[in-house]
């Protein structure tokens, strides 16, 4: 095919890429168009009010008759949280392993969106999909049933490894398929995209399998109400916690929504493996005794509304902490999470709770590989160029100087950003112009109609508050008729600043009749000025900057 | 004395006990107070706009006439940021050490409180304040001059050790002095006070003097320009960059605004040891050569208006982050900082920086002792009754433990929080009721006019913006003379969203129309509807609940 020759492989990382979450990366060959991934992310803190964000897949919705499928590594938000919104503007067939596909599923019927075709691949199958041939292969993370990709294409393979980690004993599950991997690299790798998570951590993530022994031993000594908080997707460390509770005669309870989802969802597809009776309704945690107790509940990172902070702080329905209880908090804190996380561990202190987490003890391995882990699979697939993926930018710099290290010439490396296009031939690889891309935000329903202007004023508000001043004038003569009133809100305690209001009203009356002297009569001159005079007079008075909305309402007074 | 006998000892912490910041502790014994240092406190997330946190000192000021002196251990924010606002309401003499008093003096300046008498007091030395005698220890601490005290009151001696760790080989300063502790301890201590910050860390905090090493290292190796970013009142830690800076061959420059205070007080004071000449003025660094230069700023917290972050995003007046600028942070994020921090890294790798921090290097130490050191504080003192103080609740705890450990009987331990009465006589120390305490906000000029009704519109303005509905209307008929008009801000982009505005004005319409029909005529009534109505209506449409406010005007039509 003469075409080929001239034609260049596109991978365009729509997101994750200079970020943490939503990851998705386009991977573009002439007439075909394939997706890794679709995520969403969590909000900064400066995105005030935002639920969610989600990738700006303009450039998809503008390339719709190419898209030849959705291929999902595994079943973790920050890869399948932006699904429903995305299938909601594209129409495409989605790929991903058993587990995957069930918590899609899940995810699809809470957004009404039931007959999508949900395509279940197993590691070791592959999948024709344009001129595209994508071969699932098994990996480690901290969910099941993770993959990476290698993709065939007209100019060479393409390898994507998803979240790994290389796990040589891990739960329930498979080692990582080393194997495929390093055979790939004998045959020739064009570029490796690879997880750039933990490349600044030096040695080997630890197995999962140490958390388990961990678990077993805090079991075996303790006498009281066992709680776990771990995250609700981490599938093998509540097989873990299952295993430690069966082993020392506990009955397993399960509280949080996403982690009673996720548990069924676990259950029905065959990934936890349990003797029958062991788990039991939280209702019926009375007919136990304290030591015949293990409960397993989301809030490892401090969320406000979760159940163990709503246990700490006696807002639970079912449940609350009690004197004696043992909490262990089985997860980091997530970059951003660490006060609410210490806040919800003192309120467990303080209601007599002992509590262990990562700072005290090992209960807690990362599902990203370090270095050496890194090292390792960049050494097996022994790539022309290499991309990282999955990180901050210090995060890709530090895997592309580790990239070198291995002897990656740098001018094979690709640091990208998320919208950039990297264009890829037998020669080089290099970024090549950049699509639309950013952070769509989701507000409640809705999507994208929270922008920067909005979020400006919300970050206004949030910081000083708002003074409105209200006034009715006359149409025709521009006397006021009503007014000014002022009123505040997010401002000063206006029951003990009675003064400061009163004096900003006389404020206002100055400045109209300043504009009445000056005989101005345009209500946007009038509404500026008593918006300046405002502003300066209460900066001078206590140094803030409320906002100022001064609104005139016209009524004709002799009609 | 029959009297004292009778008479308790009691200790007051007014913050800094179950939290981080604003350390305020007061000492009592009849007719005599003395308070222990009177930090601020940085807000928490949720207090939105505010600017510092002060502690309430309504005790102290109800017991005006009792107060002999206020004794501060070091010149740190957490524990001496408050003064200016507390010797507003109250006049009491303050002691303390040459650098603290230093650093105190430039701040009452700064609030043109100039006229307070600063008593400096060199460590070892005593002040006599009313029954009390107050000794002054040396210690050390991420500051220099820090000392703890020795408190000689009728019922025994009272041990605060401030916040220290114990360095043998610190900086310009002298070893904290053990033999007086051990002195101390022989004779007997009553009840010791001592640091939690660091109680959850196994071992020994390690020397400031190694990362002295780390500096020479680094610039022994570097020929770019280099960056050194930490907290500027690490004086031991400036001292060691000019060191290195020195060594090989580097002019220093300084930038941030408290950098340059905080170094200009040190080096009035004798506090900084460097050889004439060494340091430039940031204006003449284009004077040198990258390899000659050396600069020494704020910013280490990622703030986003210190100098780093500017320099970072090419926000500085001065100066801008070039490719191969070699930046160091020397300091760990604060908890809650760790996001920013991350942010200002990633700028700074974008901009082609080499940037070294805690996750890579040693380039950093704390100031506060870990488990071992507190071991050895407490053998030394052997106090009977221990109260752990600075840390959250979770630090208390396990200090509390630690001390238990070492065989301090339960009953004899404390666990204090902020404005807890701890009563103390020779045989039972225990907490015996509350004094008022808490936060006090501080936004602007304003000290305390912020409260709870106050920051609880600010969030619900961040997260959900304003819906504004405003009606004039005739005071005698109630008939609508102008409006509704809809106003919002930070509610959606209203320009794209206009159809909902307009629904929302029908829907207001479709209220007002349900008062005159049922003949409502009472306007809290109408407002309440208005909101009722317009609340339901948007959050079936969008799930967001802006903060509605109907403003009626009322007129008189007929005159």
Redesign the interface.
Known sequence: MAQTKKNKLKIIPLGGL?EIGKNITAIEYDNDIIIIDCGMAFP??EM??IDIVIPDITYLIKNKDKLRGLFLTHGHEDHIGAIPYVLKKIDIPVYGTRLTMGLVGNKLIEHKLEDVKLNVINPGENVKAGCFKINFIGTNHSIPDSVGFAIETPLGTVIHTGDFKIDYTPINGSVIDLNTFADYGKKGVLIAMSDSTNV??TGYTQSERVVGNKFMDIFKKCNQRIIVATFASNIHRVQQIVNAAVAYNRKVAVSGRSMVNVIKVAQELGYLDTPEDTFININDLKKYKDEEIALITTGSQGEPMSALTRMANSDHKKLEIKEGDMVIISANPI??N??TV?RV??ML??KGAD?LYD??EEIHVSGHARQEELKLMLTLLKPKFFMPVHG???HL?HHAKLAMELGIKEENIIIAQTGDVVEINSKSAQVNGTVPSGNILV????VG???N???R??????????I?V?I?MDKNTGEV???P?I?S?????VR??VDLIEESRENVNIALNKCKDSGTKDWGTIKNMIKDDLNGFIYD????SP?I?P?I???K?NQ
């Open positions: 200079g900064e803190d005030l009010g600044e951590r970059p951003g660490e006060k210490a561990i003192n202190y303080k509590v700072t005290l901050e930018y210090r710099k507000d409640g329903l809705g109609d929270v922008g202007i909005v979020l004023d919300r970050k206004h508000l949030s910081e000083n508050g708002l409105i209200v009715t008729i009503s007014g009133d009123i809100r997010g401002f000063v305690y003990e600043n008075k206590i140094q803030r906002m909305l609104i309402m016209e009524v007074m």
